[in-house]
């Protein structure tokens, strides 16, 4: 199996705070892990890639002081949204591989994140 | 010109019917191709990857490989009203981690 968890599902937090969300792959380790937006209607826009044990590699035009990635471990990655706005709101989700010379991603289920 | 292109839809076909969907991407280094499914609301689940010229088949799905021509492409079978969703497809070069997502098609199946 290759399945993937996040945490929290959904959020609503207050403009100006920050919120972790976490990926874990829970049935196999993950080398690499992935960072997606998604806005209604929109395709999956990639945000960040994620090593174990390294800095994450961020997609031009991401901030990687407002989006913290870190990869703790081959089966644990969080990303803080920091000091949220309102047009930071959308559904983030986070993929993994396995590492085993596939390059298949296996996605979490989102989390839907609402900025008040 | 995008990397990844596919036509945004929406597709409709009645249930029972073969449905047809179709991708091409820019990067003839490109290696790796895959197709996603998307409920609303959900995020992506893969359905079907490809590496090699020719058909892939996995129950009623088919997925189609043409790098000469650097297309893709997945035949869904007796469609049912459940295939209704946005279909991803998603490419990557050899030897890189990234993969780049087209837009995605919508898919209505109509009993």
């Known amino acids: 199996g290759a399945v993937v968890s996040q945490h929290p599902s959904r959020v609503i937090c207050k403009s100006g705070t920050s919120v972790k969300i976490e990926c874990r792959s829970l049935?196999?380790?993950?080398?690499?892990m992935f960072w997606y937006r998604q806005f209604p209607k929109q395709s999956l826009m990639l945000m960040a890639t994620s090593n174990e044990g390294s800095k994450a590699t961020y997609e031009q035009g991401v901030e990687k002081d407002k989006f913290l990635i870190n990869h703790a471990s081959l089966t644990l990655s969080t990303l803080t949204v920091t000091s949220a706005h309102p047009e930071d709101s959308s559904f983030y989700i986070c993929?993994?591989?396995?590492?085993?010379?596939?390059?298949?991603?296996?996605f979490g289920p989102g989390t839907r994140l609402t900025v008040t | 010109q995008k990397e990844v292109e596919q036509n945004s839809g929406p597709l409709s076909v009645p249930e029972g019917a073969i449905a047809s969907l179709n991708c091409t991407y820019s990067d003839r280094g490109s290696q790796s191709f895959f197709w996603y499914r998307q409920y609303s609301g959900k995020s992506p689940e893969l359905i079907m990857s490809i590496y090699s010229n020719g058909d892939k088949e996995d129950g009623r799905f088919t997925a189609q490989l043409n790098k000469a021509s650097q297309y893709v492409s997945l035949l869904i079978r007796d469609s049912q009203p459940s295939d209704s969703a946005t279909y991803l497809c998603?490419?990557?070069?050899?030897?890189?981690?990234?993969?780049?997502f087209g837009a995605g098609t919508r898919l209505t199946v109509k009993p």
């Open positions: 993929s993994a591989q396995k590492g085993t010379g596939s390059y298949e991603q296996y």
């Open positions: 998603a490419v990557n070069m050899w030897g890189n981690n990234d993969m780049r």
């Open positions: 049935d196999f380790q993950a080398t690499t």
